[in-house]
């Protein structure tokens, strides 16, 4: 069944949080991402990122599609009916491979060079982790749980004209 034919799948919406991002790379990178897995915006916090629009990796240019916005604080922009859910490699939290995701859901990640703090792990819904050995860089950690969420969802497209519609202009490879 295709996305378009599961009528209790239809209003799912997800958006990222991004607290106080470093690197332009990174969030060109979860710009990139948030295209591939249908994400309607991105939030981020903070001064260091700022104005750095140029997104060397965000190739598709998705910033011009999904909105990316920069906020005084993620808590008040909380998507309505949003579940907030953070990302964090800390003790107590929901391994992602046993984690069932929200309809709709607000993705908190930290900063590249730093935790979430307390004061956000404190009004966030819930907060789940990648069990991996050692910590993964700021925009693989996203592009790892939209795609948890995008399997778990029911909502993957199979096809072969997905294939052909996204896959890049030099290849014309088939099996």
């Known amino acids: 069944m295709s996305p378009s034919q599961n009528p209790n799948k239809i209003n799912q919406f997800s958006c990222i949080g991004l607290l106080n991002p470093k690197s332009p790379e990174n969030v060109g990178s979860i710009m990139r991402a948030a ?18 629009r140029e997104f060397v990796t965000d190739t598709q240019k998705v910033y011009q599609r999904i909105p990316l916005m920069g906020v005084p604080e993620l808590n008040d922009v909380i998507p309505l009916g949003a579940k907030t859910v953070a990302v964090e490699l800390i003790e107590g939290a929901t391994p992602l491979i046993d984690y069932q995701h929200p309809d709709n859901a607000f993705y908190i990640f930290g900063p590249e060079d730093g935790s979430i703090g307390k004061d956000v792990l404190d009004w966030v819904d819930d907060v789940v982790y990648i069990p991996t050995t050692g910590c993964m860089n700021l925009a693989a950690t996203v592009n790892v749980v939209l795609y948890d969420r995008l399997a778990k969802s029911g909502l993957a497209d199979y096809s072969q004209a ?3 519609a996204s896959r890049d202009n030099n290849n014309k490879i088939k099996r």
């Not at 295209?35 to 750095?52: D, E, K, L, M, P």
């Open 35 to 52: 295209g591939c897995y249908h994400v309607n915006s991105v939030f981020y916090t903070g001064r260091r990122y700022a104005i750095a």
């Open 162 to 164: 997905l294939i052909q």
